[in-house]
């Protein structure tokens, strides 16, 4: 047997292993809110890591966040994922982690314990690893404020990042995420009793009204600007004297989101006695293909070496810690966890069965970026 037939069996003897750590980390529930449960669950990957790896893990607190690093001594690659879910303390108890069939389902399956599972499994299957930083961070889903900075400092000591996030459909590798921007947009205008003298209020309703049409019409093409949660008024007889609105804005290309950013940040008051108060912005820049080219061409070979079907690379419109590594120069490929469906879901699940072939190539990828300089 050739040392790629070699991998993919041993990877395959992993597989219960595998299913048993997933099912023990899906029911230690690490919600992004609870720093308590947080904790737990960096405890519980700490010491898989760090037997992966050969060398210690360690607890990085920022804040009330906890996030689990080992630097390699010379970095090649940053392997980099969460550990935080969206799913509150109390879900498993309702939606516990079941195994039907070689799917495996339940809160924060696919979104991305098992794509932890598979990189912890990946690492074993190396022969060195000591060109592998590891980064699993806590604050992932609400925003990466705590690990922004360290994420962006590890990337840029290890030269290319592999962001173990849920795959596209079939498997497929991301190439490419649009950027994230987030608004608040705060009305103030003047209270008056709606029936006796409405004509002495200024109604923040209709003012939002007005800037939810404007808002609205920057949406252009694959940029997509929403509003999404709106609310105005406080009595059913008055005119309302405060309005608020959040907008959801999305692009392909750091240039676009910007020009959004600018027209969002200069909204003016229809009511000339209204005020307009904008907050947020661009909170993840865009993910631009070209940072993702040459760590695509590297898979594809990886899974050609392992005889694997052909990897394919496609855009994402949701958003990752890999925008964060992208958008500073660092080359980024996204999208090496697992195979399966439906993040954030009642109906989220993971293929378990494509799990070992899914940590051998990741394995294989690893390999041959520890011969690649991080500049290349």
């Not at 994922?81 to 509150?88: L, R, S, Y």
């Not at 925003?143 to 592999?162: N, P, Y």
């Not at 394919?312 to 992208?326: E, F, H, I, P």
């Amino acid at each position: 047997m050739g040392i790629n037939s070699d991998l993919l069996e041993a990877a395959a003897r992993q597989l219960p292993k595998m299913q048993e750590r997933l099912e023990t980390l899906v029911n230690c529930e690490s919600p992004s809110n609870s720093p308590a449960h947080l904790d737990v669950c960096a405890s519980l990957l700490q010491p898989w890591l760090s037997e992966a790896l050969g060398r210690p893990a360690h607890q990085v607190r920022v804040d009330e966040n906890v996030h689990l690093l080992s630097e390699a001594e010379h970095p090649k690659v940053l392997v980099l994922g969460h550990f935080d879910t969206v799913w509150p303390v109390g879900t498993t108890a309702e939606w516990p982690f079941t195994v039907t069939n070689g799917i495996a389902s339940g809160p924060g399956t696919f979104d991305m314990k098992a794509g932890i599972v598979q990189a912890i499994t990946a690492i074993e299957l190396l022969t060195d690893s000591s060109h592998v930083s590891v980064l699993l961070t806590s604050d992932e889903e609400v925003g990466s404020t705590t690990s922004r900075k360290l994420i962006e400092e590890q990337a840029r000591k290890a030269g290319a990042v592999l962001v173990c996030e849920p795959s596209a459909d079939g498997g497929a590798v991301k190439s490419s995420r649009k950027g994230i921007a987030n608004y608040r947009i705060e009305i103030t205008g003047k209270a008056a009793h709606a029936g006796l003298e409405p004509e002495l209020g200024i109604n923040a309703g209709v003012e939002l009204a007005h800037q939810i049409i404007a808002i609205a019409s920057l949406t252009t093409g694959e940029t997509s600007v929403t509003p999404t949660v709106l609310s105005a008024g406080t009595t059913v007889n008055t005119v309302p004297e405060y309005a608020v609105c959040h907008v959801d804005a999305r692009s392909w290309t750091t240039a676009t989101l910007e020009e959004v950013d600018h027209a969002m940040s200069t909204l003016s008051p229809h009511h000339p006695e209204a005020v307009v108060t904008v907050t947020g912005g661009i909170e993840r820049p865009p993910f631009e293909e070209p940072m993702a080219r040459s760590l695509v061409a590297e898979v594809v070979e990886a899974a050609e070496g392992l005889g694997l079907p052909g990897v394919t690379a496609v855009r994402s419109g949701g958003g990752s810690d890999g925008n964060l590594t992208a958008a500073i120069g660092v080359p980024t490929l996204d999208g090496l966890g697992a195979i399966g469906g439906h993040p954030h879901a009642r109906n989220e699940h993971v293929d378990v069965t494509a799990m070992p072939e899914r940590a051998a190539l990741l394995s294989a990828l690893l390999a041959r970026l520890g011969n690649r300089s991080p500049i290349e």
